[in-house]
């Protein structure tokens, strides 16, 4: 009977302290936000992290934010930025003029036989065509009206009377004297066969291209082009772009001895630009600086850095500043190159909300976990996951959304310690052994103790 209450005590003692482990991990983290998951099957879920999140995480480059599962174990997670914005052309109508054989070929001077404007808009081209002339040989489009580069051209002539195709050859020029040859692909046609009708009208620039006049000249081929009724450029351009969000800095304090403003973030945003708010008309230049501690070096990331404000016109003052890298630092500073007996500046901040992707993997349900002193995400395969699954669902295929729901407290402050814990488990391994020796060495006494065999 002894034996057996040893035995229930060994193993009760075995499962306090795997209870004592289980409660540590839940004390590893600050606190915890439940998933909402839009549908159990999706697999691989991303969640955007919010500005609680952001100020509840301490690591600078936020490993100690994990997602775990009902069992409180973390499953594989990866960290991204916003999705890139979705790509969109936009269109820009480009004038255009017919070109006689003797302007089409190589070397040709096009300006001798031009009227262009002073700031090189061109207004229209001298010739005219002689009996027997053959019609337009080439085409030359004024491509000044673009204000970004061409990604390719498109040449609208309605409905061709008779079937062609043909290749084309592009050179583009800054003088309408000098000309080099473009890289462009693709080649016009206006086929038909019964009802069925294949039309292509862009001429695609292998890299775009930014240039005054741009000269297409018809190739090898058949049937001859049809007159055009109209030339239009299109230039890449960004639809859907994230929205910046803004954090505004006030200074921590006065100016210090160098003249500079101490600016303190709380929270682990992923800033990529950075403003400045000036009260009325002001200009300056500045040097921005980062440092995470108060006993840390500050860096300068930036450097005569010229800001102003003109007016009320939103126009009439500086864009924000695009960093190099995205920066979670704790400490901005902002010193301006002459002291200013004027009011701190204000420092913003601009940054877009990165995403956890996650594979649901165990039982739901799922939370997100944030701020630690000694926990970290472990590494996790899922880039190569995500490459796959949209290699099999197509580029644009994204995964599920899931949602944050209401905070609760785990740790609290207490988490943030860094202190190593203790390794119950190892302890228990000791435990066990050395009971395991007084009950072995007990039982041996035991032997040595009874009555001899005679």
Known sequence: ?????????????????SAAIAVDVDRAFVAQWPLALPSPDAGAYQVELDDAVYATTVSPALRDLVVVNGDGRQVPALLQSAPA???????????????????AGAGSDIAAISEVDPDGRLRRIQWQSAPG??????????????ALPLEALVLDWGVADVAFERSVRVEGSEDLRNWQPLAAGGRLLDLRRG??????RRIVFDTPVRVRYLRITPGAGAGTMPALVSVSGEAPALADASELQWRGLDAAGPADAEGGFVFRLDARLPVTHVDIGLDGNATARWTLSVREADDAPWRAIARDWLVYRVGTDADARTPPLALDTTLRARQWRLAPDAPSAGAAPVLRLGYVPEHVVFVAEGAPPFSLRAGSGRAVRGDAAVAPLLADLRARHGGRWQPAVATLGARAELAGAAALDDTPPRDWGTWLLWGVLLLGVVLVGGFALSLLRGPKPR
Do not use: H, I, Y
């Not at 914005?85 to 302007?103: E, S, V």
């Open 85 to 103: 914005p979705a790509a969109r052309r936009t269109t820009q109508a480009l004038a255009w003029f017919p070109l006689p054989a003797t302007a």
């Open 133 to 146: 002339d053959a019609p337009p040989a080439a085409l030359l489009v004024d491509a000044g009206a673009s």
């Open 195 to 200: 009802e069925a009708r294949l039309v292509e």
């Open 1 to 17: 009977m002894n034996r057996t209450l040893k035995c229930l005590a060994v193993l009760t003692g075995g499962v306090l302290c």
